[in-house]
């Protein structure tokens, strides 16, 4: 016997037009390429959607071709989000970190047959266009009298131009839920990058889970600013949260910087934010000499890559803000775990609570995961045991777009991870199974030794790295970017590690380096950092 409840498919239309219609004067603010701010609302959001829907219709676009994006966190980029997908068409928003060569292979691979681009990417949509050979039309993402002249991009027309002319009206199209909605490909720090295709299930049910209360909390109480971008993972599915929960939506554009995040946070009220360690280590960076204060902001989302214990403290302790510590990765959606505390937590010492803290969390409902060890049996929960991490769930990849081989374990999939879990279900990463240093039989977290060092005062970033050794196959090094204007030798940075980890895993030796590569995502590229110390030698 089945239910006698409607049957209706979960669409990515509804959630705009459910922000229309219920919160239909909740602001969202953006910060422009331009520079200045942009306001309006979730009713007028939904018009300039239908207004999009439209306009690809008049393109003669059909169902599930792909709308590529090269833009920056804005107003813009959220009505492509509904328009496009709202429509029954596939965004793509393309990582513009990433190198041409590579923007030019994923466009190809995907497809694409529109890109919008915010006017800050023209001179890359220069470079690559030719090459993109998919791409039928190309949308400067700026209003008609702002289109460059003599571009050389064929069929350019500016976004108000598109879109100035055709009705605030459409019918949004019914179809199966599990069509696809988004892609986003992998950074691919090796080989080709490959593509999660997201659906409109697995969109929404994610939009529902990342909303809850001890997921990312999101509510129609706060002002909330996705720093991490829409490039990326669907700004970890936050433009679908805050219109599922009519929550007031801060875009900070391209202006990402310490001072430019914290301005925006004062004047807009933001009460909550979300973003990568690098990020935060900006705009702490600035705040600190001026003893800078937040007047509203309550809480922020840390994931993509480990959060230092020090960044938890500093916001903790320092400026009152709750971090929540998050994992995921773009074949998930992206929310795997959160680390939020439980009830029979209450009772324990602010330390206690703290190491609770600076795990990676618990897994959300729909998410199911597990520790195996090299022959794929799993593993125990004791905190203590660590192997390959496995996940699975409605949200969770299941095979890539057009990729060549099954990327499931048994209906799992493997996330690349090594962690642990403990009894009560907290996981934490040791390492990416690439970056775990193998040192006579025994592993060392760089994650941890990364950690030891960023809570010097005189460290504003550290990553460490394995270094091939003829007795023990590999032992870490650490390569730190002091803070301006500080300082800290080699042997007090190595002193500072007495104690704090077993003598075996202090590193043999610090490199000290003016940056440490980043990748396209914002995060630590180790694989280039070992590209730049291929003639290091260690310490004799
Ligand atoms: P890529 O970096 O290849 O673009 P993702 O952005 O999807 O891929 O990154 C996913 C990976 O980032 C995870 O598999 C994990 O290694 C790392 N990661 C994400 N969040 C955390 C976290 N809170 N702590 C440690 N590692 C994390």
């Not at 239909?24 to 009713?43: F, L, M, N, Q």
Request: net charge negative.
């Amino acid at each position: 016997m089945l239910g006698l409840m409607q049957n209706q498919p979960m669409l990515i239309s509804s959630l705009i037009e459910f922000a229309a219609r219920h919160h239909g004067d909740a602001e969202i603010v953006s910060r422009r390429v331009e520079g200045d701010i942009h306001r309006y609302t979730y009713r007028e959001a939904a018009q300039r959607a239908r207004q999009v829907a439209n306009a690809l219709d008049a393109l003669n676009l059909e169902f599930s071709d792909r709308v590529a994006t090269l833009a920056w966190n804005g107003y813009r980029h959220f009505e492509l989000y509904y328009g496009v997908s709202g429509s029954g068409r596939v965004l793509h928003t393309i990582n513009p970190r990433l190198h041409p060569e590579q923007i030019a292979w994923i466009a190809n691979h995907a497809q694409d047959q529109v890109l919008c681009f915010d006017l800050s990417f023209l001179p890359l949509v220069q470079a690559v266009h030719a090459k993109c050979t998919s791409i039928r039309h190309y949308i400067a993402l700026c209003d008609a009298d702002k289109l460059p002249a003599d571009s050389g991009i064929p069929n350019l027309q500016s976004y108000e131009n598109w879109i100035g002319g055709q009705p605030s009206r459409y019918d949004w199209p019914v179809f199966d839920e599990n069509t696809a909605s988004s892609m986003c490909y992998t950074s691919g720090t090796t080989g080709n990058p490959k593509a999660a295709l997201y659906s409109h299930r697995s969109s929404t049910l994610h939009a529902y889970a990342a909303a809850l209360p001890d997921v990312m909390s999101i509510s129609a109480r706060d002002a909330i600013l996705p720093v991490v971008p829409m490039f990326h993972v669907n700004a970890w599915g936050m433009p679908y949260s805050a219109a599922l929960t009519g929550a007031k939506l801060v875009f900070p554009g391209p202006a990402m910087d310490g001072k430019s995040v914290y301005e925006l946070i004062e004047s807009e009220k933001v009460t909550y934010a979300a973003g990568v360690p690098t990020v935060w280590q900006m705009m702490l960076t600035h705040m600190k000499p001026g003893g800078l204060r937040f007047s509203t902001l309550r809480r922020t989302v840390i994931g993509g890559s480990a959060c230092p214990p020090a960044m938890i403290h500093a916001f903790n302790n320092d400026y009152g803000v709750e971090v929540l510590h998050a994992w995921g990765m773009t074949e998930m959606s992206p929310l795997g775990t959160l680390c939020t505390l439980k009830n029979k937590h209450d009772s324990l010492s602010d330390d206690e609570k703290m190491k609770i803290r600076l795990k990676q969390g618990r897994v959300i409902y729909g998410v199911d995961m597990k520790i195996v060890d090299g022959g794929g049996e799993e593993l125990p929960w004791d905190g203590k045991t660590y192997g390959d991490l496995l996940v699975k769930g409605p949200w969770i990849i299941r095979e890539y777009f057009q990729g060549e081989s099954d990327p499931l374990v048994n209906g799992w999939f493997p996330t690349g991870d090594v962690a642990t879990i403990d009894a009560d279900g907290y996981m934490q990463i040791t390492d990416r199974s690439k970056d775990v240093i193998k040192s006579g039989g025994e592993w060392i977290s760089s994650i941890d030794i990364e950690n030891i060092a960023v809570a010097h005062p005189a460290v504003l970033m550290a990553a460490c790295i394995g270094v091939a050794h003829p007795k023990w196959d590999e032992r870490p090094i650490i390569a730190v970017v002091k803070k301006p204007g500080m300082d800290v030798s080699r042997d007090e940075l190595l002193a500072f590690y007495e104690g704090k980890t077993a003598k075996w895993q202090i590193p043999d030796d610090v490199v000290f380096v003016d940056a440490i590569p980043l990748g396209a995502t914002g995060k630590m590229l180790k694989t280039r950092l070992r590209e730049l110390l291929k003639d290091y030698q260690l310490p004799a």
